[in-house]
Structure formats: C-alpha cells, structure tokens
C-alpha cells in the first residue's frame, strides 16, 4: 500500500497543489478543468526498499511547506477539529480516491490506471469508508499540538513529542510546569522502551544500553517544602520511601486543596509523621495500590542506587513501572528524588533515537485497531543527528519495519534538509517543494556533489562569518589596486596587519589561502614598496621554519 498523489486546496500555506508520491504512477491534475490523469510507469522498479515498503522524501527550505503536507494529511482523521479540503490517492492492489473536508472522509474505489477522471464525478459517486489503513504521525519538533480525546475506533496515531509532552500534562492535572511534563514524558518513555527490549526477537542496527540504573536524590527545591516543616515532623533520615509519599503529601496539599485548607494545616501546629499523614490522606488519592506496588518494585525499597540488568527486565518490573508511572501523574515532582540513567550512558541524541524506535514500537504493537496497510509520516527526525547517524537514517528505519514487522505494509514518508538521506533515495522518491536538484539523479550520489548544488548552499558551502573575514582582505585588497599608495591605507593596514595575516594562515581550503596569501603580498607590495615587502615575506619565512623546528 503506498500513497500516490495529493492534491491540497488549502491549508496554511499550500494552495492549489498537487504532489506525487509514488514512482509507480504519475499523475496530473487540472484545477481549472477539475481533471485528474494517471499514467502509470513502466520503468517502475517493484520493491526497490524491500518487500511491502515504499519510501518518500520530502525536501524543501526553510518555509516551504514540508512540515505542512505531512500535517495536512495528518490532520484529517476522525478527531481532527479543522479539515482542510484535499484529497489523495493510494494504491493497494488498486487505486482508491479518498476526499477530506468539513464533512468528513469519502472513498470512491471506482478508480483505473492510464485513465482521465473529473473529480467532482468521483467525489459524487464517493461514499463513507471504513478507514483500513492506518495513518502514524511522528515529530521531534518542539510545537503546540492540540490533544484530542482517543476513541477506540481511530486509525491515526500521533506519537510525535510535543503532542505526547502535551497530552501527558492532562493526566498531570494540566500541569503548566514543563519540567514536570517533561520528565513524566521520558518515564513513560522508558518503560516503553523497556517494553520494547524484553522482545526477544527485535532487531535494531545500532547498540542498544545493557542496564538502567535508578537513583534516589535528595533534597527538595522549592519554597513549598519549606511550609512541609510547618505539618510534618521532621526526620533525620528521609529514606526513598518517606521521599516518594512525602512528594505526595506535597502535591496532594498544593494542588488539591484550596487555600483556606492549606493555611488552616499550616496554622494548625499538630505536626505528624510522614506515614501517619499519609495513611490519612490515602483514601482521597486517585489511585488504590500502585504507591505500595512501586515501593516494592525491589527487595529493598530504601535504596540509594541500584542497577537492573535490561536482560532481567520482566513483566512484573514493567506492571511496577507503569504503577510508578500512574503516581507520578498525581506527585508532579516525583522524578526530583528518582531517576533512570542508561548504563552504558547514552547522549541525548542517541536516547532521542532510541525512543523514536520505542514509540513506533509500541504503538504497532499495541495499538488500537492498527492496520495492515500503514503509512508513517516522519517530520524531520533526523534533524539532531550526528552526519554520519543521517547516513543510516534511512537504512535503520527500512530494517526495523521490515524485520519487525513483517505482516505489514509501510510506506514511510519523510521531510529533511539533509543530502546524507537523500543520497539513499532516487529523485522519482522525492517530493521537491523549490530548486533545481530535481534535474540531478540523488540516488548514490556523492554526498558532497549534493550538498553543494544550490538547492542546499544558494551562496556556496563556506560559512558566513568566515566568508565576511575573507572578505575584508579581499575588498581591502580591491581598495589598494584601485587607489595605490596613500596615507589611509597604509594606516589602515598597519592596524590590520597582523589579523589579515593570521586569517590567511588558518583558512582550510588550501587554494583560497594560496589566493589570500598572494593579495595580501600584493598589498605590501604596492604600500610597502618591494624591499621592504621582501623583508616581511623573509620574516614570516622565518617565523614559519622556527615553528615547525620546534614542533
């Protein structure tokens, strides 16, 4: 299954366009005569990525639009608060047209290959599908994305960051407080990604953490624990225990109770012990066993660090994590006095990564009412990437799906800025939004060859402020040619002398530093007069033969 065209009408900045997505068919439409024409390709070349996958690239600048038509199509499942009208076309085994707008999604299957179609025929004859694809949305891009109530039925799926991030903080009670959200997002994302690592079977191409260490924290940052002294005893020895009921007890005085409760319990002077309180209150809290689930998540809960083998990992540990998980939703700074590190430790980069896997994981495996036929929309993921991860990007992703999931359909679509990705996929696979590398075949090209076609560098690959400081010398050297030797200039160069010169010694492309090097000569020169410009160039010579000596 594979998405072949899309034509937007409009959304956000996308007017009237139309997009191909598949190499399979190309296809044409007529916005003013509403008349679509597919052709399909002879020279189309079957599973070019592997059995039942399909990949897409969608590259453009900045404001083009890549993120945009990921969104549009995105936008339009059943909980999607906005429809913009578009419609598009997949093939799976056949051609379907599916129209979105105001009213919702329509399908008409009534659709042939190498054949010319009014659109506003088919959208009459289309009726209301039973959706059998699903649709999974995927972004590291920091955004608002409004959350909508799940319902059972639905197909689409956003596991992308900022949505997760934000529909977390619903069950924080609607925490505004990012630290809080964030870090329920990363627990919750752990024990995915434990989830994900007892599979026995998953294959992954890169290296993967052995253990997960948990360390207790001591301290508590914030004036409202200073209040706490005022209600509870104070105890030597906050053991892990005591910490996680006494954040508790925190966030169930300030967050639950109004302020004349508070104040009358600040007021009260009958303090109590940690436990007593809690025992107290335990009955309010929304949940029933989960605290004493989690505290006995080890043999000893008053631990100060421990380590558990990934390979040990069970369903028990992960039942305990998923309770601490539900109390962390109530106790928002829970995670201030417990965290999880990966052993060995992995940068925020590679954690981000393994993630991404994680979400895609779990939702394909345990997702409501998922499909066989799937299409993941990808929007930028690769854009924290080191260069040479980017060049596995597209290989890493190809083998999770096909290795993991071999009883489904993918076409995978992705935006990028990046030649490291496009290198992995022929131009009849990409979406190009402006420039002119469509004309060039992207598929094993040389990475450097890519990236320096205009499309990526309009001005070149050097970077502006080493082009600025070249620059200087080089308009300074205009000036002298042009006006010779007068009293201006040789004062300007005497106060600039020695940075032209060492600007010259440090740029790295050896024939613009030969070029630099003979301007600047040329400069002295005509300033200088010719002995005296001799004399410089000995002494630098000099200067040179001493430095390597003593190298």
Known sequence: MELV???VENYKNIHHQGFNFSPRFHCEYNDKT???TITENDDYISDFFGEDINVTAIVGKNGSGKSNILKSLFQNDDNSSAKEKLWYLLYNNGLSIYFIDNMGIHENKDIQKNSKYNIE???KKSIQPKINFSMIYFSNIFQYLPVHDDKQDRSFYNISTSYLINRYSKKLNNSSNFKSQYNYYKSKSIEQTLTMLQDTNLKLNFDLPKELNIVTQGGYPTDEYNKME??????EDILFKLRVKYNIIYNYIFNYLDDEEVQKLLNSGNKKTIEDFYEEIKIELPFDNEVDDFLNLLDNPNFIMTSIKIKDINDIFIEK???FNKVQAFSLNLLDVLTFNWKPELSSGQEAFLFQFAQFYN?????????RDIIILIDEGDMTMHPDWQKQYIKWYIDFFLKNFKDNNFHLI??????FLLSDIPKENIVFLNGSLKEKQTFGANIHTLLSDSFFMKNGLMGEFAKSKINEIKEFHTKVIKEKKTDENIEFYNQNKDKFWQIQEI?????LQKIVKNQLEEIELILLGRDEAIDKEIARLQALKASIKNA
């Open 5 to 7: 065209y899309l034509w």
């Open 230 to 235: 005022k209600i509870l005893k104070k105890e």
């Open 414 to 419: 992705f935006t990028t800025h990046s030649p």
């Open 34 to 36: 509403k008349e679509l």
């Open 507 to 511: 740029i790295g492309e050896p024939f």
């Open 363 to 371: 939702i394909l495996k345990n997702g409501n009412n998922i499909k």
């Open 121 to 123: 025929e088919l959208k």
């Open 321 to 323: 994590l998923k309770s």
